[in-house]
């Protein structure tokens, strides 16, 4: 099982940067990385997902290193809206078995105005 | 457009009763799923269900069972509720297939058990 590994939380100011990084040391090769978005009382929501390289959307940037034992999802320009839990998930989509994707405890990020 | 549709947001019930948790999804997905989340502890598999009457335990099954009689619902059963499965249980599904990539897990919005 991919496990990863991921800071409990991080604090940032409004306009910044932020960059969260995931280790998965032991990521498979069918493995995609996918990064999720949790309000309190909601339920996650997908930001983003990658094999290699770079993956860029409207509301993220995920980057993989070519070894893929971490991703690093960059929020760029945070508001006050970004506070919220992010999970980094790594497993096989095409897999039908859920008990190969496990959810951590996520980053609590946290932006000050 | 909410896809995966939860029955109850909050709920409050007693000790011993038999509790019932509904999930509706309505994108034909494959798999569906049971959560629990507590704080400090993450997101927890309970059970899920890959197809119709097929369900699989997850991480933390004891003292829950589930029901998929229709592809769009899946429910989880409490069957004599305890203080200990008070948290909040998130439902989601998803797509699968040999070669189909998702774009993973929707969730529903959750639902906020108390057992007193």
């Known amino acids: 099982l991919a496990k990863t590994t991921q800071p409990i939380s991080m604090d940032s100011y409004e306009g910044q940067e932020v960059n969260i990084t995931c280790s998965h040391n032991?990521?498979?090769?069918?493995?995609?990385i996918t990064w999720y978005q949790q309000f309190p009382s909601q339920g996650p929501r997908f930001i983003i997902q990658g094999y290699k390289t770079k993956v860029t959307n409207e509301v993220a940037s995920l980057f993989i290193p070519a070894d893929r034992k971490s991703s690093t999802l960059s929020l760029p320009r945070v508001s006050l809206s970004d506070t919220a839990v992010y999970y980094c998930?790594?497993?096989?989509?095409?897999?039908?078995?859920?008990?190969?994707?496990?959810f951590g405890s996520g980053t609590r990020l946290s932006i000050r105005p | 457009d909410v896809k995966v549709t939860q029955s109850s947001r909050y709920l409050v019930k007693r000790t011993g009763e038999k509790v019932f948790l509904e999930c509706v999804q309505d994108?034909?997905?494959?798999?569906m799923f049971w959560y629990r989340q507590d704080p400090g502890l993450g997101l927890r598999l309970i059970y899920f269900s890959y197809d119709v009457k097929m369900k699989e335990k997850g991480d933390i099954p004891e003292g829950y069972s589930v029901s998929r009689e229709k592809k769009e619902r899946f429910s989880l059963i409490l069957e004599s509720a305890s203080t200990n499965q008070t948290s909040m249980y998130l439902c989601?599904?998803?797509?699968?297939?040999?070669?189909?990539?998702?774009?993973?897990?929707?969730f529903g919005s959750g639902t906020r058990l108390t057992v007193v």
């Open positions: 994108m034909d997905h494959e798999n």
């Open positions: 032991n990521i498979a090769t069918n493995d995609y």
């Open positions: 998930l790594v497993g096989d989509n095409r897999d039908s078995s859920a008990s190969k994707i496990i």
């Open positions: 989601a599904s998803r797509a699968s297939g040999a070669g189909h990539l998702t774009r993973g897990y929707t």
